[in-house]
């Protein structure tokens, strides 16, 4: 049976969702963190997957950027990890100039960005 569970950080009306765990019940929980490094411990996470409390890990970052050369998270076969770009594409690019450009034309004609991230700097 797999549940699923997402975690959110933020204030207010607007969180984003930044990690998932599935969970396995006969397996164990694989982590997912594609969002923000802070929310995983890597040394916990170490310990939990040497312990078999976790059965494999999926990030597509960790703590301060990359890990240490020699770190036990690259030495394991049950974890992946990605340089947090994960995302590309050459669709995500077009995408992502197309939003950007859109959110410009927006201000610049004097209405609010869509995806306003720190609202309390615009006065209403």
Known sequence: M???QHYY?????RKTSVARVRIYTEQGPIIVNTARARLIDSDALVAALEKGQVRS???????GEELPAGHPLMQ??????T??????SEASIVELR????AE?????????????????VVPR
Do not use: C, F, S
């Open 76 to 81: 394991m076969d049950n974890v992946v990890i």
């Open 9 to 13: 950080y933020g204030t207010g009306r």
């Open 98 to 101: 197309r939003k950007a450009a």
């Open 2 to 4: 797999e549940q699923q």
């Open 57 to 63: 890990a999926g990030l597509d970052l960790v703590e």
């Open 83 to 88: 340089p947090h770009v994960a995302w590309y």
């Open 104 to 120: 410009v034309v927006r201000v610049l004609q004097g209405e609010r960005p869509v995806n306003l991230l720190n609202p309390e």
